[in-house]
């Protein structure tokens, strides 16, 4: 990949690290439904102690949630920010809440990125091994020969990550630094994004009198929380149904190889419901969430609802289960279609596990699993994030998935192309300069 340095990505990565060592760190999630944030406690001895090979599990136990913050999102539409000043006012409240909680200020924090249209591309390349063992100057030389993805006017690259690296025929390395060896190949995932969503983010932040440390996609920091280790290694898919997006994210090798969001999710069942029954948005959530499901029984005729019409909350008229059932079902079903279509594109198939997990808010739906092992297979079933220390039972279930995944990643970030040094004989005015550019004017 021709390109200069990542100079404001690796500017986020030097606040991450900074934080890191003062052993305090804010993690942010402003998604459609709700915005959250978490202060964390990081123990910077044990972090280091904690060795590579531990993986995001060292990582989990050398941090401990201190303060956590939630609210109702506002000024966010499929999980993209559509008004700056309602947005604003939702991060400072959650923010408020958790320092309060946390008796701490934090100014830097990591951020997660539910919508922006992810798109992931496959790049790589390999080089000579100058001297014979593999330095971190071959592997920059070797990443920054792998051709530029074809980007669209109006994105910009999130994430390029090196997924597997090659030393002389020996493949599935994931640092091959120090090994011998005279050709050094790599493949690196790189996924884009749409650039407004993104800086719409970084400016909202910014406004909150915050620094911000990094972004992350939200598919790939729902997978991180949701998905065991076994499943990363063998391949699995994680399914983030979200508010406003259902996002996909598929790992293999315990690497992010591919992710995509479909722009539909729970909000979109909740709306179907207050217009097939004509009651207000609020309360058709509360009923969804209280009799909602996706398979009836021949008891559910029998089980009445209370539904009031909308403007006319004293008229109140009752329901059957199964008729909410009946309008519920058909627009999972339209979910679930919109995940099989994404992995069919990836290649889930060839995968050796196959397994997919649900999580988010939207996969509590009693009967959900049923319906997806039929669209999607045999293997899926419901998944919650991992613990944290400190982290409060209200904030534990599988609508945090990607706000807790993104803690493990901001105490353990995984190396990227902006990590190392360039070469400066591979510089060129490529998007990845304009990339730069753009991040140093508006990060």
């Known amino acids: ?17 900074s934080a890191l060592r003062r052993g305090l760190v804010g993690v942010l999630d402003v998604g459609t439904a709700k915005t959250a944030c978490f202060i964390l406690r990081v123990d910077p001895a044990r972090l280091a102690a904690a060795g590579a090979e531990d993986g995001r599990l060292g990582g989990f136990g050398a941090m401990r949630v201190v ?51 992810p798109v992931s591309f496959g790049a790589s390349a390999d080089v000579d091994v100058e001297s014979g063992e593999v330095t971190e100057a071959d592997v920059a030389r070797a990443l920054a ?15 390029a990550l090196p997924v597997n690296f090659t030393v002389d025929g020996q493949s599935f390395l994931n640092d091959p630094r120090g090994m011998n060896g005279r050709r050094l190949s790599v493949d690196m995932h790189v996924l884009s994004v749409a650039s407004g969503p993104l800086r719409n983010l970084a400016r909202c932040v910014r406004r909150c009198d915050l ?34 997006v259902t996002s996909v ?5 315990k690497q992010l190889i591919y992710a995509d969001a479909a722009r539909v999710g729970g ?29 009836a029984t021949g008891m559910d005729d029998r089980e009445l609802i209370a539904a009031p019409r909308l403007g006319a909350a004293e008229d109140e008229r ?9 309008v519920i079902r058909p627009r999972l079903e339209e979910i679930l279609e919109e995940v099989r279509a994404s992995l069919d594109r990836a290649g889930f198939e060839a995968l050796p596990s196959r397994r997919v997990v649900l999580t988010g808010g939207g996969s509590q739906v009693p009967g959900l699993e049923e319906v997806a092992r039929r669209i999607l297979g045999q293997r899926v079933r419901a998944g919650r994030p991992l613990r944290i220390g400190g982290l409060p039972q209200s904030a534990s279930g599988p609508a945090f998935s990607a706000i807790v995944g993104l803690a493990a990643y901001a105490v353990r970030p995984q190396d990227e192309f902006w990590d190392f040094e360039a070469p ?3 510089d060129g005015a490529t998007r990845l300069r304009r990339a730069v550019r753009w991040f140093r004017d508006n990060w």
């Open 145 to 159: 020969a792998c051709p530029e993805p074809p980007l669209e006017e109006g994105r910009e690259i999130l994430h």
């Open 424 to 426: 400066s004989a591979l």
């Open 211 to 244: 620094e911000l440390a990094g972004v992350v996609c939200a598919p790939y920091a729902a997978g991180l929380s949701s998905l065991v280790e076994d499943e990363q290694e063998l391949g699995a898919a994680c399914v983030d149904m979200g508010a406003g």
């Open 67 to 117: 303060g956590a913050g939630v609210t109702q999102s506002r000024g966010v539409r499929l999980g993209e920010i559509v008004d700056m000043e309602e947005a604003g006012r939702a991060i400072r409240t959650a923010l408020q809440t958790a320092e309060k909680m946390a008796g701490v200020r934090v100014d830097q924090v990591i951020g997660v990125l539910p919508g922006a249209r």
């Open 1 to 17: 990949m021709k390109s200069a340095a990542f100079a404001a990505q690796r500017h986020m990565r030097e606040h991450l690290r």
């Open 249 to 253: 994210s598929i790992f293999l090798r």
């Open 267 to 295: 909000a979109h069942v909740t709306r179907d419901v207050s217009e097939a029954f004509s009651i207000p948005f609020q309360q058709a959530e509360r009923i969804k969430t209280l009799h909602g499901g996706a398979v």
């Open 318 to 326: 009752r329901i059957s289960r199964s008729a909410l059932i009946g």
